[in-house]
């Protein structure tokens, strides 16, 4: 499985982005799908992530309420629709998928995409 991320760029504080990440291959509904980010000399952290049938869906305290986790498997594409947006959401999102389920490590995830870099200014 390939995976391309897009959608990323500079928006103001308040403001909205919906990334998207591309899957190539037939495979793409037998995976559970996750998005991550990262800044740089931190760690890469989860974000939030989508079950095979898109029936589970799990986000980090930190973006609760405010990103939304999505799929459309005849597209083989898995979104992320950011609202709401503060400046600590600032970072590069990747996107992964993850063969045995849904798992909020990074170490669990099988192919990851190129990432996109957010930048949310003051």
């Known amino acids: 499985v390939q995976l391309q991320a897009s959608g990323g760029g500079l928006v103001q504080a308040g403001g909205s982005l919906r990334l998207s990440c591309a899957a190539s291959?037939?495979?793409?509904?037998?995976?559970?799908m996750g998005w991550f980010r990262q800044t740089p000399g931190k760690e890469r952290e989860f974000v939030a992530n989508i079950m095979w049938s898109g029936s589970l869906t799990y986000y980090a305290d930190s973006v609760k309420g405010r990103f939304t986790i999505s799929r459309d498997n005849a597209k083989n594409t898995v979104y992320l629709q950011m609202n709401s947006l503060k400046p600590e959401d600032t970072a590069v999102y990747y996107c992964a998928a993850n063969r045995k389920g849904l798992s909020s490590s990074e170490r669990e995830y099988d192919y990851w995409g190129q990432g996109t870099q957010v930048t949310v200014s003051s």
């Open positions: 291959g037939r495979t793409f509904s037998r995976y559970a």
